[in-house]
C-alpha cells in the first residue's frame, strides 16, 4: 500500500508547478495540519480522500440496501433483479475471487449484463484494471487488444466465448471464466461467486472492508479502453479513478440522474459498456442510487415495452439507434419524460424534433474515447423556445460547452500557419473552422505503451480531437467535419488506412482507395474505389463475401459499395486524395484530374 505522502506527492505533481511550494495539501504523517498559522487535526486523511468511484458501491448499499440496483431479462429468459445490498455482495464475492488467484489485469468480453457490472467494480476493488473489449470486432483484434493489455484473466460470456480462439491458441495459460448469464447465476461464474465468498469467509468476513473501495493513487490506471483502430491497430486509453470518477459525477449533473423526493432513475443499457467503461454511467447510475436495466442485445419492440411498462427515465443512444427506435411499429408517445444521452456522432435537428414527439428528450453530447466519451453537452436554454422549431432543434443539436467536471472547450486553429503544438482560438464567429481541443479533469491519461502517441495526442498542451468545428459567439461549439479518414458507421470508428491496407490483401486487387457515403441506416458506409491487377477481374459479390470473411474487416467496416477506377486521384507525393474520392462518391467526376 502507497503511503499517504506518496499519494499526496503524486497528486501534487500533477495540480501545481514543481518548482512552487504546495500550501493546502494533507500532511504526510500524523503531525499537526497547519494552515494560515492555526492548526486544524492532526489526522493524514484530514479532508481528503482519493476519488475513486469503486466507493459509489458499498456507499449504495449502506444507504438503500433494499433499493432495486439491477433489472435484467437473461440469456435463458428469465428475470433477475438485485438490490443494492445483493449488487454491493456479488461485486465483493468476485473481487475476492480475484484476489485468491491475485488476477490484476481483467479482460472483459461480455454484453450489457450484470455479470459486466459486477465485474467493473470487482476489478478495482481487487487493486486491478478493467480491460472492456468490443465482441464486434474480428477475433484478430480481439486477441491483439487482450494481448496488447496483458490481461491475465478474462471472463467471457458464453456467446462470444468462441471469438476467443485466435487468444487462446496465442495465450494458452491465461485463465478464460465463462458466464453463462443465467437468471440463478449458476455454471462456471457462479462456482467463481461462490469461490470468492468463501476466501473471505476464511479470512474473517470482512467483506468490502477488506477491498480498495478508495484508491491508493487516485491517478493509477483503473481501466484501460480501446479505440475502433482510427489510425490502424486500436490503441490502449488510459483511464484513472480520478477521471471516472469526475466523468461519472459529470454524467449525473449533466444527464439528470438525481430526482428529487422518492423517484429515482430507472437507467436502460442501450450503450455498450465496453464502449469507453459505457460512458461512465456504471459509475453514475450507481452513485445516484438507480435502477441498471441491462440488456443484451438492441431488440427496439423489447425497448418500447422497457419505456412503457417500466417507466424507463433515461438511456444513451447514437443517432442511428434513435432513428430506428423513432422508426419502430411499437414507437408511441410516452406518457414519462425519458431523457435520451445522444452521441457518438452528430445528430440532426429533424431527429431531435421526432424524438421529442415521442416524449423522448434529447441531451446531446459529445466527446470521444480518450475524454470517457461524453464532455460537451448542448445546453437547453429557455432562449431557445423562443425561436423558430427547426432553428431552436438546430441548436440543441449542437455539441455545445463543457461539461462542469472539466474545462471549457476550445476551437484552435489548424494549418500551416499555426507555429506546432500552439493552441490558438479560432474567432468565436460560428464561422472559422478549427480543430476542437479538450482540457481538464476528464481527458485520460494518455495511450497504453505508445508515448508517441501519447505526446502528439497532447501537443500544446491540449487534448486533440481531430474533428473540426466552429466556435460560436456564446461558446457552443458545433462540429462541421470529421477527422478526413475516419468513418463513423452507426456509432464504430472506422479507419479508411486500416481497411485499405485490409482490402489490398486481395489476391486481384492492386489499389483501394475508401471514402464515406451516406447509409440511412448507420449514418454512413465505407465505399471502395479499387484499382485491379493486370488481367485480373473482380464482381461485386466475391469481392464483399471476401471482406467479410477478412480477419481484419469487422463487419461493421464492410464497404457499402465498391467501384473499379482506371487510377486513383494521389498527390505529388503518391498520397490518395480523399477530398477527390469524396467528389467521385457525390458523382462529381469532373474532379479527376485536379
Not at 464475492?93 to 459486477?118: M, S, V
Not at 486500436?234 to 484513472?240: L, S
Request: charged letters at 20%; one cysteine or more; a negative charge.
Amino acid at each position: 500500500m502507497a503511503s499517504a505522502k506518496s499519494r499526496l506527492s503524486k497528486l501534487a505533481a500533477h495540480l501545481v508547478d514543481p518548482s512552487s511550494t504546495p500550501t493546502h495539501v494533507p500532511p504526510a504523517s500524523n503531525d499537526p495540519l497547519v494552515i494560515d498559522g492555526h492548526t486544524r487535526g492532526t489526522s493524514s486523511w484530514f479532508n481528503y480522500h482519493s476519488q475513486t468511484p469503486t466507493f459509489f458501491l458499498p456507499r449504495a448499499a449502506t444507504i438503500e440496501p433494499d433499493a432495486v440496483a439491477i433489472y435484467h431479462k437473461s440469456a435463458d429468459d428469465k428475470l433477475l433483479t438485485k438490490s443494492y445490498s445483493q449488487f454491493a455482495q456479488k461485486a465483493s464475492d468476485f473481487a475476492y475471487y480475484l484476489k485468491k488467484h491475485r488476477y490484476r489485469r481483467i479482460g472483459i468480453l461480455c454484453p450489457n449484463t450484470p455479470a459486466f457490472l459486477y465485474a467493473t467494480f470487482a476489478a478495482n476493488a481487487a487493486d486491478g484494471v478493467v480491460i472492456p473489449v468490443n465482441y464486434r470486432l474480428k477475433p484478430d483484434d480481439i486477441s491483439y487488444i487482450f494481448q496488447h493489455s496483458d490481461a491475465d484473466f478474462i471472463l467471457v460470456d458464453a456467446e462470444f466465448a468462441p471469438l476467443l480462439d485466435n487468444y487462446r491458441a496465442a495465450k494458452p495459460h491465461v485463465p478464460i471464466l465463462i458466464d453463462d448469464d443465467a437468471a440463478d447465476e449458476s455454471g462456471a461464474f457462479g462456482s467463481a461467486l461462490a469461490e470468492g465468498a468463501a476466501y473471505d469467509l476464511q479470512h474473517g468476513s470482512q467483506g468490502w472492508e477488506g477491498l480498495t473501495s478508495l484508491a491508493d493513487d487516485e491517478l493509477a490506471v483503473n481501466a484501460l479502453t480501446y479505440t475502433s483502430g482510427t489510425t490502424g491497430r486500436p490503441k490502449g486509453v488510459e483511464y484513472t479513478h480520478r477521471g471516472c470518477y469526475m466523468s461519472a459525477l459529470g454524467n449525473i449533473i449533466e444527464s439528470g440522474l438525481v430526482f428529487p423526493g422518492i423517484k429515482r432513475a430507472k437507467y436502460l443499457w442501450t450503450v455498450p459498456m465496453f464502449h469507453a467503461m459505457g460512458w461512465t454511467f456504471p459509475w453514475a447510475v450507481t452513485a445516484a442510487r438507480g435502477t441498471h436495466y441491462c440488456l443484451r442485445k438492441i431488440v427496439y419492440a423489447y425497448i418500447w415495452k422497457l419505456l412503457r411498462e417500466e417507466e424507463i427515465t433515461h438511456f444513451c443512444a447514437a443517432p442511428t439507434v434513435n432513428t430506428l427506435l423513432c422508426a419502430d411499429p411499437n414507437a408511441q408517445t410516452l406518457k414519462q419524460e425519458v431523457r435520451v444521452i445522444v452521441g457518438a456522432s452528430p445528430p440532426t435537428a429533424h431527429l431531435f424534433q421526432s424524438m421529442t414527439q415521442l416524449n423522448l428528450h434529447p441531451v446531446h453530447v459529445y466527446g470521444s474515447t480518450e475524454t470517457y466519451a461524453p464532455i460537451t453537452r448542448g445546453y437547453d436554454m429557455p432562449a431557445y423556445h423562443e425561436l423558430p422549431a427547426k432553428e431552436m432543434y438546430g441548436r440543441l443539436a449542437r455539441q455545445g460547452h463543457g461539461f462542469i467536471t472539466s474545462l471549457p472547450v476550445r476551437v484552435v486553429r489548424t494549418g500551416d500557419d499555426v507555429v506546432e503544438g500552439a493552441l490558438v482560438d479560432v474567432e468565436k464567429d460560428g464561422k472559422e473552422i478549427g480543430e476542437v481541443v479538450f482540457l481538464g479533469n476528464i481527458c485520460a491519461r494518455g495511450y497504453y505503451k505508445d508515448e508517441t502517441a501519447t505526446r502528439k495526442l497532447f501537443a500544446g498542451g491540449g487534448l486533440h480531437s481531430g474533428d473540426l468545428a466552429v466556435w460560436h459567439p456564446d461558446g457552443a461549439i458545433q462540429i462541421m467535419d470529421r477527422a478526413k479518414d475516419i468513418i463513423i458507421s452507426g456509432g464504430e470508428n472506422i479507419s479508411s488506412v486500416a481497411l485499405e491496407a485490409a482490402i489490398v490483401t486481395h489476391p486481384d486487387i492492386l489499389e483501394c482507395g475508401i471514402c464515406a457515403v451516406p447509409d440511412e441506416q448507420w449514418g454512413e458506409r465505407p465505399k471502395a474505389f479499387l484499382t485491379i491487377k493486370l488481367g485480373r477481374t473482380i464482381t461485386y459479390g466475391d469481392f464483399i463475401e471476401w471482406c467479410k470473411e477478412h480477419p481484419a474487416i469487422s463487419r461493421f467496416m464492410v464497404p457499402k459499395e465498391c467501384e473499379v477506377v482506371k487510377e486513383l486521384p494521389k498527390t505529388s507525393t503518391g498520397k490518395i486524395r480523399k477530398n477527390v474520392l469524396r467528389e467521385w462518391a457525390k458523382g462529381n467526376r469532373n474532379q479527376e484530374s485536379e
